[in-house]
């Protein structure tokens, strides 16, 4: 039988690379997985080494294609967002770790820069805040003669897409797309362009930045060789890992959004052509269903998944977190435990960091399972109030919800969550939504696949209906309501 022809997805993560062959039919025809060396050298500072991330890439890539019955036909670049690197134009060698989206060093920095700040979030969509990539940049170029040689024109900058491009390109492609570059608090998402002030601002020189161009397009080709491969393939998908997982998942028209439920739980909401009101969120840029560039609002819940690793590592209170399915469903109902997981403080759509965690309602009969139920319910209600923040904002309904990360195995969650929003929620068959996404728009770009729907046929999900809304669930988002109003007024009372 004739073998399918394979896209190679490259999803370079914070702490490993994973790459896929990802095939015509959607199945997955061969997989590779390294992880990436992580380095701290001071309290607050996170960084990789450029070349590791290459390296590692590369094997990655190369086990991938080892497994499957033929080469690629094209490639597709996701990849963690916000990390800066900087390299020689002319020797590609780095000129410095890469500084990891992690990273707190500019916090000082950031605080120097607050006036500015209403002014660089009606550019960019973004809070000034370390996590993005401008003051890492302007920290680089501070160092020693870096400066001075990014004036000359010697050096070239990039978030790792750019970086990963470089080099499988033989430094013929300085490019990345609008999804990273919106990330960097560098781009203007109204203008879908570098901004000449903020570059002003942080002193980035022009000659120092990648063109920017569409998610789904012609990025060069890759020399085979480096991946096991004959020829050249052509590079045809870019996106940032969150924007990559919204596509991955089918989310391209405006109303549709994805929630990643991991350590943490991300939320993207597409808006479609119609820039929101990011207000306590964050706007940036997302795909349509060719590639193009839409709007989007984002939203980040600190703590998620990691709320039952703390009820099993730190209170014994479960074995592992395939208990909690059962221990949830032997309730009928929470019986007016509330649990607010503000164990780092709270996300958004409050973004207190002062807050702490919470549970109240507590009597002589609550049980493990309540505390495991409320751990789980909590995630569905923040869930539930981002999602009525982006609504307002945005002024688009939220038609569907697709969900993907560990936490989303859980089908009792699932199905609370859809009765918590009104909305379906959809769980798809392969939860590598990151790695997909990105296979998706080489795919589409590539003619694999003639359009997005055709990609999105060859997944699978399973659909959460909600039921009807009642009393009881009325009662149930009003007690988390109290719960969260007593959360924020012990951090105010602590003088947080």
């Not at 996170?46 to 080469?71: G, K, N, Q």
Request: aromatic letters at 8%; hydrophobic letters at 45%; glycine letters at 12%.
């Amino acid at each position: 039988m004739r073998s399918t022809p394979c896209i190679l997805a490259i999803d370079e993560g914070t702490t490993g690379v994973t790459a896929l062959m990802v095939a015509a039919d959607g199945s997955i025809a061969g997989r590779g997985y390294r992880e990436i060396a992580q380095h701290f050298p001071r309290p607050g500072w996170v960084e990789h080494d450029p070349m590791d991330i290459l390296d590692r890439s590369l094997e990655a890539a190369r086990e991938a294609v080892a497994h499957a019955a033929r080469p690629p036909v094209a490639i597709g670049i996701t990849n963690q967002r916000e990390t800066v690197v900087l390299w020689d134009r002319a020797s590609g060698t780095p000129v410095a770790n890469a500084i990891v989206w992690q990273d707190r060093r500019t916090a000082a920095r950031c605080a120097e820069l607050a006036p500015k700040g209403a002014e660089i979030s009606a550019r960019t969509g973004l809070v000034l805040d370390p996590y993005f990539s401008a003051t890492k940049l302007e920290w680089l170029l501070r160092q020693r003669d870096v400066g001075e040689r990014a004036a000359r024109g010697e050096l070239a900058f990039g978030t790792v897409d750019a970086w990963l491009l470089w080099k499988l390109t033989g430094g013929k492609t300085h490019a990345t797309d609008h999804t990273n570059a919106s990330r960097t608090m560098l781009y203007d998402i109204g203008a879908r362009a570098w901004s000449p002030e903020l570059c002003a601002l942080f002193g980035v020189p022009a000659s120092l930045l990648p063109e920017v161009r569409a998610s789904a397009g012609d990025f060069g080709a890759a020399d085979g060789a480096l991946l096991g491969a004959p020829g050249r393939i052509p590079i045809r998908g870019v996106a940032g890992d969150q924007q990559a997982a919204l596509f991955g998942q089918g989310c391209w028209r405006a109303g549709e959004g994805k929630n990643t439920y991991g350590t943490g739980a991300f939320l993207l909401l597409n808006t479609g052509n119609t820039r929101p009101d990011s207000r306590g969120l964050l706007a940036t840029i997302a795909c349509d269903a060719s590639g193009a560039p839409a709007f989007a609002l984002e939203a980040s819940i600190f703590i998620a998944g990691a709320a039952v690793q703390w009820l099993r590592d730190g209170l014994g209170i479960v074995g592992k977190a395939s208990e909690t399915e059962a221990m949830a469903r032997s309730l009928d109902s929470n019986d007016g435990v509330y649990f607010v997981p503000a164990l780092v403080g709270l996300g958004a759509p409050h973004w207190e960091p002062g807050a702490r965690g919470t549970i109240v309602g507590l009597t002589r009969g609550t049980t493990r399972a309540h505390l495991v139920r409320a751990a789980l319910e909590a995630m569905a209600f923040g869930t539930a109030d981002v999602v009525g923040v982006m609504q307002e904002r945005s002024g688009v309904p939220f038609r569907m919800l697709r969900v993907d990360g560990g936490v989303a195995a859980n089908a009792w969650l699932m199905q609370f969550q859809a009765d918590v929003l009104g909305v379906p929620v959809e769980r798809p068959d392969i939860v590598e939504t990151t790695g997909l996404g990105a296979a998706g728009l080489a795919g589409i770009a590539a003619g694999v696949w003639p359009d997005a729907n055709a990609f999105l046929a060859t997944r699978r999900f399973e659909r959460f209906e909600p039921a009807a809304r009642s009393d009881a669930a009325g009662d149930a988002r009003a007690g988390w309501a109290r719960a969260v109003r007593a959360t924020l007024a012990w951090a105010r009372d602590r003088g947080t």
